[in-house]
């Protein structure tokens, strides 16, 4: 009895003395992550039914937050994934990460690919215009240039372009259609939120009966059966707003990390993700999956084509333009 | 016996506490605000603060909304303790357990419970419409009003309520029996007398209603404000302009501090000492007054606690997405805090108890200081104190977050979070522990120091026993502002290190309001628990002062 007791102490001594010493090398990945605490969950489960010997820490947060500690954390980085935000918004901490050539890559469709920059496509959102029937006078504008419409004046609400980058995406978009004289037009007759969640907010509760926001977030409240929502896909063209995910330079699980990424790419994955938050998935191969949703397929929608380093370089003169026509 | 040890070097020693975490990052955002982009002096943020349309606008909202506010408090609390201090109406004793019911819900959860309530697609607003009654629009300047004043009116009513209970009688007889109407005397003798205490707390709310960026986020978002354009200007996610957000902190700490130096002088003239007199009695009302008078009262009550009946429903109800279907329940919200977020509640004791427990020991330390111990260094530590008054909360997270991110001491996440919720409430955690110090006799102290005990060891052994019951109230409210805190831990924290009110934030941020409530009900147990611990089990009187 007593031998095997000192057997026990000892085995579970060993155990723990092993652990320890192995704790930073194998089965581990640090995921900084913005999206959902479901969304994350639904990853656990993939990543412990295909890569089960890898364990997951997850630090949640806001995607600001989480970069900045990424760039405070950069002389000893603790994560290894970061994931996801918009394009822009990693543009600006592209020093971080290192690119990562994942073997899905081929499977996204060509503007989620982003082949030269340090980050992949992991969603991508498309600008809508949410409508809330209930206080909606009338039928609601069909296109861009129905809405500019002086009739609209203090009905619409969009992101305050200065603030967030899928606003600035939209009004991006509105220039390349219709120019200065469009930027004018809109400035006229739309109200700004600070931010994007205010916009989606605001129409959903009735403040306004028009709102320019993405598609994801009125799906949400459709989807959940508030029957006075609906969005609509403006004929004249709409604009994508993607979002990627980021490899963290000198992480230190890099081989688990890259495992981790595939697997955010893969097929399975991306078709839980879409089904649980709308989030248009960068894969080409999922037509199916949305379809079902009842959204409409990328090839039904008419897109814009946006240069993302031009629109960077506008950017300046632009919302100098815009603040100008606010007055 | 040397006389600078102890009590000399213990003022040095919270004098330079204060000098590094209260003074150093102050001034260094008034600092800032005259750096250009360059780096050399400029006085292009105030140019830009001054030029372009909108901040202007915003200052003017601001001050506006802050007068506006700190009136509709002062009417409504005032009132509120008249009528409780006067008559004897049926809710007396719900009516003081009120400032607890305020004080635990989250100012957010409050303003989005009452956009379910007065919104465009609202419980009221339908049942009006239905009606064919036109409500008037509750986004905007209306809003605003409405939740700031049931949000902050307790201050007032508690300031005025023991300023009124501790009224003598017999000077209002003695105004009345010299042939004077009641109602003139309430006019000429009672109201002058409880002025000074409603103004003390006009200047609290003054300063909540300027600093608030949570309620104005949820209910506002076109009135241009001072306070969400700061927090704007910190948290944009295309990165902020440095030099603008040490602007705008400055303009608002000019702000605070302008109406503090307005307040000081008006009351440094009125200085009215009560002697202890007779309380007076409470009147019970009759008839067609008893109902108007106790349903006044009554409203207000239910009004003030609707938002936490929302938030306790809501946590139970059913939402897909952000759709709520009201009267379908569940417990999907708990479980889910269960299997996700334990963290959130963990970080939320972690960082309210390390700041209770290092600003009580703070404040005890220093209330000692200033009331037994004065030496050349106490004049300092008095103005040093008062500072943490003229800021808010978020120009404090930025103050702490620019100070400590580089330079000198660096210091981020979790260490900065816990200071900023320690300084933030350091004067009046300092004001409650020394509110009974001054009753406490020297000739105790002296008799045992002459008996030969070191005065370190008469302190605990005399001293800091009879403080207990201040320093317990202290160390209450200190938590339950501590575990509410928002405003500078928002602009603090890292990821990771999120608490229940920037989780509650965050959810509702993306609308959903019934996860946001279960996060609430739990928030307003942890405020609770330790209340209730405290005035049963310990006896402790809250509110007293």
């Given at each position: 009895?007593?031998?095997?007791?000192?057997?026990?102490?000892?085995?579970?001594?060993?155990?723990?003395?092993?652990?320890?010493?192995?704790?930073a090398?194998?089965?581990?990945?640090?995921?900084?992550?913005?999206?959902?605490?479901?969304?994350?969950?639904?990853?656990?489960?993939?990543?412990?039914?295909?890569?089960?010997?890898?364990?997951?820490?997850?630090?949640?947060?806001?995607?600001?937050?989480?970069?900045?500690?990424?760039?405070?954390?950069?002389?000893?980085?603790?994560?290894?994934?970061?994931?996801?935000?918009?394009?822009?918004?990693?543009?600006?901490?592209?020093?971080?990460?290192?690119?990562?050539?994942?073997?899905?890559?081929?499977?996204?469709?060509?503007?989620?690919?982003?082949?030269?920059?340090?980050?992949?496509?992991?969603?991508?959102?498309?600008?809508?215009?949410?409508?809330?029937?209930?206080?909606?006078?009338?039928?609601?504008?069909?296109?861009?240039?129905?809405?500019?419409?002086?009739?609209?004046?203090?009905?619409?609400?969009?992101?305050?372009?200065?603030?967030?980058?899928?606003?600035?995406?939209?009004?991006?978009g509105?220039?390349?259609?219709?120019?200065?004289?469009?930027?004018?037009?809109?400035?006229?007759?739309?109200?700004?939120?600070?931010?994007?969640?205010?916009?989606?907010?605001?129409?959903?509760?009735?403040?306004?009966p028009?709102?320019?926001?993405?598609?994801?977030?009125?799906q949400?409240y459709?989807?959940?059966?508030?029957?006075?929502?609906?969005?609509?896909?403006?004929?004249?063209?709409?604009?994508?707003?993607?979002?990627?995910?980021?490899?963290?330079?000198?992480?230190?699980?890099?081989?688990?990390?890259?495992?981790?990424?595939?697997?955010?790419?893969?097929?399975?994955?991306?078709?839980?993700?879409?089904?649980?938050?709308?989030r248009?998935?960068?894969?080409?191969?999922?037509?199916?999956?949305?379809a079902?949703?009842?959204?409409?397929?990328?090839?039904?929608?008419?897109?814009?084509?946006?240069?993302?380093?031009?629109?960077?370089?506008?950017?300046?003169y632009?919302?100098?333009?815009?603040?100008?026509?606010?007055? | 016996?040397?006389?600078?040890?102890?009590?000399?070097f213990?003022?040095?020693?919270?004098?330079?506490?204060?000098?590094?975490?209260?003074?150093?990052?102050i001034?260094?955002?008034?600092?800032r605000?005259?750096?250009?982009?360059?780096?050399?002096?400029s006085?292009?943020?105030?140019?830009?603060?001054?030029?372009?349309?909108?901040?202007?606008?915003?200052?003017?909202?601001?001050?506006?909304?802050?007068?506006?506010?700190?009136?509709?408090?002062?009417?409504?609390?005032?009132?509120?303790?008249?009528?409780?201090?006067?008559?004897?109406?049926?809710?007396?004793?719900?009516?003081?357990?009120?400032?607890?019911?305020v004080?635990?819900?989250p100012?957010?959860?409050?303003?989005?419970?009452?956009?379910?309530?007065?919104?465009?697609?609202?419980?009221?607003?339908?049942?009006?419409?239905?009606?064919?009654?036109?409500?008037?629009?509750?986004?905007?300047?209306?809003?605003?009003?409405?939740?700031?004043?049931?949000?902050?009116?307790?201050h007032?009513?508690?300031?005025?309520?023991?300023?009124?209970?501790?009224?003598?009688?017999?000077?209002?007889?003695?105004?009345?029996?010299?042939?004077?109407?009641?109602?003139?005397?309430?006019?000429?003798v009672?109201?002058?007398?409880?002025?000074?205490?409603v103004?003390?707390?006009?200047?609290?709310?003054?300063?909540?209603?300027?600093?608030?960026?949570?309620?104005?986020?949820a209910?506002?978002?076109?009135?241009?404000?001072?306070?969400?354009?700061?927090?704007?200007?910190?948290?944009?996610?295309l990165?902020?302009?440095?030099?603008?957000?040490?602007?705008?902190?400055?303009?608002?700490i000019?702000?605070?501090?302008?109406?503090?130096?307005?307040?000081?002088?008006?009351?440094?003239?009125?200085?009215?000492?009560?002697?202890?007199?007779?309380?007076?009695?409470?009147?019970?009302?009759?008839?067609?007054?008893?109902?108007?008078?106790s349903?006044?009262?009554?409203?207000?009550?239910?009004?003030?606690?609707?938002?936490?009946?929302v938030?306790?429903?809501?946590?139970?109800?059913?939402?897909?997405?952000?759709?709520?279907?009201?009267?379908?329940?569940?417990?999907?919200?708990?479980?889910r805090?269960w299997?996700?977020?334990?963290?959130?509640?963990?970080?939320?004791?972690t960082?309210a108890?390390?700041?209770?427990?290092?600003?009580?020991?703070?404040?005890?330390?220093?209330?000692?200081?200033?009331?037994?111990?004065?030496?050349?260094?106490?004049?300092?530590?008095?103005?040093?104190?008062?500072?943490?008054?003229?800021?808010?909360?978020?120009?404090?997270?930025?103050?702490?977050?620019?100070?400590f991110?580089?330079?000198?001491?660096?210091?981020?996440?979790?260490?900065?979070?816990?200071?900023?919720?320690?300084?933030?409430?350091?004067p009046?955690?300092?004001?409650?522990?020394?509110?009974?110090?001054?009753?406490?006799?020297?000739?105790?102290e002296?008799?045992?120091?002459?008996?030969?005990?070191?005065?370190?060891?008469?302190?605990?052994?005399?001293?800091?026993?009879?403080?207990?019951?201040?320093i317990?109230?202290?160390?209450?409210?200190?938590?339950?502002?501590?575990?509410?805190?928002?405003?500078?831990?928002?602009?603090?924290?890292?990821?990771?290190?999120?608490?229940?009110?920037?989780?509650?934030?965050?959810?509702?941020?993306?609308?959903?309001?019934?996860?946001?409530?279960?996060?609430?009900?739990?928030?307003?147990?942890?405020?609770?628990?330790?209340?209730?611990?405290?005035?049963?089990?310990?006896?402790?009187?809250?509110f007293?002062?």
């Open positions: 009895m007593k031998y095997s007791g000192y057997a026990a102490t000892y085995t579970l001594l060993t155990m723990v003395l092993a652990g320890a010493a192995t704790n090398a194998a089965g581990e990945v640090n995921l900084y992550t913005s999206n959902s605490e479901d969304a994350v969950a639904l990853v656990l489960d993939a990543v412990a039914e295909q890569a089960p010997d890898i364990k997951i820490n997850v630090i949640g947060g806001g995607s600001g937050s989480l970069l900045r500690r990424i760039e405070a954390e950069q002389s000893a980085p603790a994560a290894d994934l970061f994931w996801s935000s918009g394009f822009s918004t990693l543009a600006g901490f592209s020093h971080l990460f290192t690119a990562y050539h994942s073997s899905e890559v081929d499977a996204l469709l060509p503007a989620l690919q982003a082949d030269n920059a340090p980050w992949t496509g992991t969603n991508t959102h498309v600008t809508v215009i949410m409508v809330n029937s209930d206080v909606l006078d009338g039928d609601p504008p069909q296109t861009w240039e129905a809405l500019m419409d002086e009739r609209w004046a203090g009905q619409v609400t969009m992101a305050d372009p200065a603030n967030s980058s899928s606003s600035y995406a939209q009004l991006y509105i220039y390349q259609l219709y120019g200065e004289e469009g930027v004018r037009n809109l400035a006229d007759i739309v109200e700004l939120q600070g931010s994007t969640s205010g916009v989606y907010k605001a129409v959903a509760q009735g403040e306004y028009l709102g320019m926001t993405m598609e994801y977030a009125a949400r459709i989807h959940g059966g508030q029957s006075d929502i609906s969005k609509i896909y403006p004929a004249d063209g709409t604009f994508l707003s993607p979002e990627g995910m980021a490899f963290i330079q000198n992480g230190p699980n890099p081989e688990e990390a890259k495992q981790v990424y595939d697997l955010l790419l893969s097929h399975d994955v991306q078709e839980q993700l879409f089904d649980l938050t709308f248009r998935p960068s894969r080409a191969d999922l037509d199916d999956a949305i079902n949703s009842g959204l409409p397929l990328m090839k039904d929608l008419n897109i814009i084509e946006v240069d993302e380093a031009e629109a960077g370089e506008q950017r300046d632009l919302l100098e333009l815009w603040a100008d026509a606010r007055g | 016996m040397n006389r600078f040890f102890p009590w000399g213990l003022s040095v020693l919270a004098l330079i506490f204060l000098a590094i975490f209260v003074a150093y990052p001034l260094g955002v008034l600092f605000s005259f750096i250009g982009d360059n780096g050399t002096f006085l292009d943020g105030f140019e830009t603060f001054l030029t372009r349309g909108k901040y202007l606008e915003a200052l003017m909202n601001t001050v506006i909304l802050g007068l506006v506010v700190t009136l509709s408090c002062s009417i409504l609390g005032v009132f509120l303790a008249f009528v409780v201090a006067r008559y004897d109406i049926p809710f007396g004793n719900i009516v003081l357990l009120l400032p607890l019911s004080l635990i819900i100012e957010l959860i409050s303003a989005q419970s009452w956009v379910m309530v007065f919104g465009n697609n609202g419980l009221v607003t339908n049942l009006l419409k239905a009606l064919g009654l036109p409500f008037p629009r509750f986004y905007g300047w209306f809003g605003l009003i409405y939740v700031m004043t049931l949000t902050y009116y307790v007032v009513f508690l300031a005025a309520l023991a300023a009124l209970r501790g009224f003598d009688h017999s000077l209002e007889e003695a105004g009345q029996s010299l042939g004077t109407a009641p109602l003139t005397t309430y006019i000429r009672v109201f002058p007398t409880i002025l000074p205490a103004l003390a707390s006009g200047l609290i709310v003054f300063t909540l209603v300027i600093g608030n960026f949570a309620i104005s986020i209910l506002a978002q076109r009135v241009p404000l001072l306070s969400v354009m700061t927090y704007r200007s910190f948290i944009s996610e990165g902020g302009n440095p030099t603008m957000q040490s602007t705008l902190a400055t303009v608002s000019l702000l605070v501090s302008c109406v503090l130096f307005l307040q000081k002088r008006y009351l440094s003239k009125r200085n009215y000492q009560m002697v202890a007199g007779r309380t007076t009695p409470r009147i019970k009302l009759r008839g067609w007054k008893a109902i108007l008078i349903s006044g009262a009554g409203l207000i009550i239910v009004l003030s606690l609707m938002p936490a009946l938030v306790l429903i809501g946590s139970f109800t059913v939402s897909r997405g952000p759709v709520m279907y009201w009267g379908q329940f569940t417990l999907d919200h708990y479980i805090i299997d996700f977020n334990l963290a959130v509640i963990g970080n939320s004791l960082f108890s390390m700041a209770t427990a290092l600003g009580v020991c703070f404040a005890t330390l220093v209330s000692y200081l200033l009331v037994k111990k004065r030496s050349v260094f106490s004049p300092m530590l008095d103005y040093l104190l008062l500072l943490p008054l003229t800021i808010s909360g978020t120009v404090l997270g930025i103050a702490l977050a620019q100070g991110n580089s330079g000198p001491i660096v210091l981020t996440g979790g260490l900065l979070m816990v200071i900023a919720m320690t300084v933030r409430r350091l009046f955690g300092v004001r409650n522990a020394s509110s009974n110090l001054h009753n406490i006799s020297n000739s105790i002296e008799a045992s120091v002459s008996l030969g005990v070191p005065p370190v060891r008469t302190f605990f052994n005399v001293v800091l026993p009879l403080m207990a019951p201040g317990a109230a202290a160390a209450i409210l200190t938590w339950v502002t501590t575990v509410a805190e928002l405003s500078a831990s928002v602009v603090i924290y890292q990821a990771g290190q999120e608490t229940l009110p920037i989780q509650i934030f965050r959810l509702i941020s993306s609308d959903l309001m019934a996860r946001a409530s279960a996060f609430g009900v739990i928030n307003m147990i942890i405020i609770l628990v330790p209340v209730f611990f405290g005035i049963k089990v310990m006896k402790v009187r809250l007293s002062s």
